[in-house]
């Protein structure tokens, strides 16, 4: 039988679970700080909520299967979609603007390659019904505050920002056929995955012609905001609205984070206006965090037209990242304390010890059976556990325990009510 799980899927051992939750807890605690509320939604979907027809990569991705009714479910790809929906289901209830997370397991049938899987989990933060690039803010600064809640700084990851907005105003400018904006758009999201060669293959296919392809590749040559002005109309509400959240990032104290991008176009067909991604400052991975503003998807999947901004961030990338750097995971504490007795005669006293101990949130582990000290301090040792309590027919008898630290090898009798105080100081 083949043990291995099924291809881009991921077992989690308990070590794994240590940085999982690790990084689970680091999402909640900002998306906490930052006003966020928690959502969920169903992990299967009909698969007509995904499907979206644009072209998008995501949408050949797609795990589709038909229940026992003949109806035909996904796994969903992401979150965005669900999101919409629920809002939609309670549109005259809710108040807006309103903030929400979620922490889902996502499902993308990909090719194998570093930083992307078959499965993955993702936090997202998204802001409904607000217009103003505040919200974007307000995501880009929850998502910079994750990062460096686990240690990364400026100097290790940025978020690049481009807009959807400003590229369609400067395509128009250069007089570029509009009807091609989307395929344009999801083509160039490819840059820097694939050759610039098969790029321009996929434009051609669509049927731009060579002429309006080699114009598009010299747009991308743009390296900043002040080109852009020379470029076009400063009454452009797409430029104006970019520099307002840049000045926006700057009240932050977000300087150091951002830069302008005018590659950063986004691989779902959704987004509308700014749009970025997080990537490490080497460029060796792929994006860690990436989102932006759709303002058409509630009014795509049938409801009412509701501005909204949103970003994503796996729990993939961010891992080899860390790794790479040989960033200390600060995991949260394994079980710490082991009790361990001796023989069957010493075992009911075990328990109550253990249960003494465990009383008071301590968390700790108890020996099943009776062993003897080698084995029990070289187990001790493979697990890291910080003490041992041990528990003989002598300690029974007085009514003690031996208490090893295995940090420092020293081994004391302490008295049952002095327990607390050695191992919890
Ligand atoms: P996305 O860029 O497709 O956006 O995914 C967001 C993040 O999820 C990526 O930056 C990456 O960290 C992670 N991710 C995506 N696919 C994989 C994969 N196959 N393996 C590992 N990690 C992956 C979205 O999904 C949008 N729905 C985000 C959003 C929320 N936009 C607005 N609100």
């Known amino acids: 039988m083949n043990l291995n799980p099924p291809q881009g899927m991921r077992d989690f051992y308990p070590e794994d679970m240590l940085f999982r939750n690790y990084l689970f807890d680091k999402w909640r605690e900002i998306s906490r700080i ?97 217009e103003s690039p505040i919200a974007e803010s307000e995501v880009i600064a929850a998502a910079v505050n994750v990062m460096t809640g686990l240690g990364m700084t400026s100097r290790d990851f940025k978020v690049r920002i481009g807009h959807r907005g400003i590229l369609h105003d400067i395509l128009k400018y250069h007089e570029c056929e509009m009807k091609y904006f989307n395929q344009i758009c999801l083509a160039l999201d490819k840059r820097g ?20 392809i080699q114009k598009i590749f010299k747009i991308m040559e743009i390296r900043n905001i002040e080109e852009i002005e020379s470029i076009i109309d400063n009454k452009s509400t797409s430029l104006n609205n970019l520099k307002e959240l840049f000045n926006l990032l700057e009240i932050y104290n977000l300087k150091d984070f951002i830069e302008f991008d005018i590659g950063i176009i986004r691989g779902l067909a959704y987004y509308t206006g700014i749009v970025f991604e997080g990537f490490d400052v080497e460029r060796k991975y792929r994006a860690i965090f990436g989102g932006g503003r759709y303002n058409n998807l509630l009014q795509n999947l049938g409801g009412k037209d509701l501005p909204a901004v949103g970003l994503g961030f796996g729990d993939v990338v961010i891992k080899e990242l860390l790794e790479y750097k040989n960033m200390e995971l600060k995991t949260n504490a394994k079980p710490d304390i082991a ?63 031996t208490i090893k630290d295995m940090n420092s090898g020293i081994q004391e009798e302490v008295a049952i009510n002095d327990i607390i105080k050695k191992i919890a100081p």
């Open 34 to 130: 930052y006003g966020f509320e928690e959502f969920d939604a169903p992990i299967v979907e009909s698969a007509d909520l995904f499907r979206r027809k644009s072209g998008e990569e995501i949408d050949e991705q797609i795990y589709v299967f038909k229940d026992k009714g003949g109806r035909e479910l996904a796994l969903r790809p992401e979150l965005t979609p669900s999101l919409a929906r629920l809002i939609l289901s309670r549109i005259k209830e809710l108040h807006f603007p309103l903030r929400w997370f979620g922490i889902v397991q996502c499902f993308r049938y990909e090719r194998a390659q570093k930083g992307r899987k078959r499965e993955h989990y993702q936090w997202n933060v998204d802001i409904i019904g607000e």
């Open 193 to 212: 995955k694939i050759a610039d060669e098969a790029i321009k293959e996929m434009l051609k296919s669509d049927g731009l012609p060579e002429s309006e």
């Open 339 to 401: 009790i361990a007795f001796l023989s069957d005669n010493e075992r009911d006293f075990a328990i109550k010890i253990a249960e003494l101990i465990r009383k008071k949130g301590i968390s700790t582990d108890l020996f099943l059976k009776p062993e003897k000290p080698k084995k029990i301090f070289s187990l001790c040792n493979k697990m890291k556990k910080r003490f041992v309590i041990l528990i003989g027919e002598n300690e029974k008898e007085t009514g003690s325990v």
